[in-house]
């Protein structure tokens, strides 16, 4: 089944430990992204992907960094989160240049940080 | 399940009768619009799509209408059901080629 796979669905952690949210795709998109969903912000983005190697910055990337190692993973790490990064995430992959195909999403990590 | 939003404009409709949900996109340069449906703790799911020489596309149950005009994109869901219930997103590319931008949300309530 084609799908985009986020690990793990909840988490709770603590201020200033570190932590990595998973994300793989098995539809071989090139295109890969990673958005926030807040009450009342609705969904906005935090870095993607255009392919291996190229990452860049979405609307809100502070606190946020992202590697593109291999064309399925793109992993979402928080090196030293805080509360106001308690929110719901979701991975998103995309055929070609993404944003003129439509994305993919994931079923979502839920953070708290307390 | 999530809550995707606490202050989302809602519209409650009948089961059978038909809906349609408004959004108002930002950006004249973008030419490709995507509506999402998104369930209770689940990530969001394309629904129908539309590009700009287009006005209206029709998939199976919904509609999607686009007036370039006033930047105003619609879509019709005929005989709703209980299982339409969920919040739905506009989003536009922009123009940029790199990334989705999404509208607020509308949360659709089917009353049995």
């Known amino acids: 089944e084609a799908q985009v796979t986020q690990n793990p669905r909840y988490l709770i952690t603590v201020t200033g430990k570190k932590l990595t949210v998973t994300c793989s795709q098995n539809m071989n998109h090139e295109y890969m992204s990673w958005y926030r969903q807040d009450p009342g912000l609705g969904l906005r983005q935090i870095y993607y992907s255009m392919n291996v190697e190229v990452t860049d910055k979405g609307d809100v990337p502070e606190g946020y960094k992202v590697s593109r190692k291999e064309k399925r993973n793109f992993p979402l790490i928080l090196e030293s989160p805080s509360p106001n990064q308690t929110s719901l995430y979701f991975c998103?992959?995309?055929f070609g240049r993404g944003a003129n195909y439509g994305y993919t999403f994931g079923s979502g990590t839920r953070l708290t940080v307390v | 399940g999530e809550s995707v939003g606490l202050h989302l404009p809602t519209l409650s409709v009948q089961e059978g009768d038909n809906s349609i949900i408004n959004c108002a996109y930002s950006n004249s340069a973008s030419d490709y619009f995507i509506w999402y449906k998104q369930e209770s703790g689940k990530g969001p799911q394309f629904i129908i799509d539309?590009?700009?020489?287009?006005d209206k596309r029709q998939g199976q149950r919904v509609t999607v209408l686009l007036n370039k005009t006033v930047k105003h994109l619609s879509l019709q869901i005929a005989a709703t059901q209980p299982g339409d219930s969920a919040v739905y997103f506009c989003?536009?590319?922009?123009?940029?080629?790199?990334?989705?931008?999404f509208g607020g949300g509308t949360r659709l309530m089917v009353k049995p």
């Open positions: 998103a992959s995309s």
């Open positions: 989003a536009e590319n922009g123009n940029a080629g790199n990334m989705l931008t």
């Open positions: 539309i590009r700009s020489n287009m």
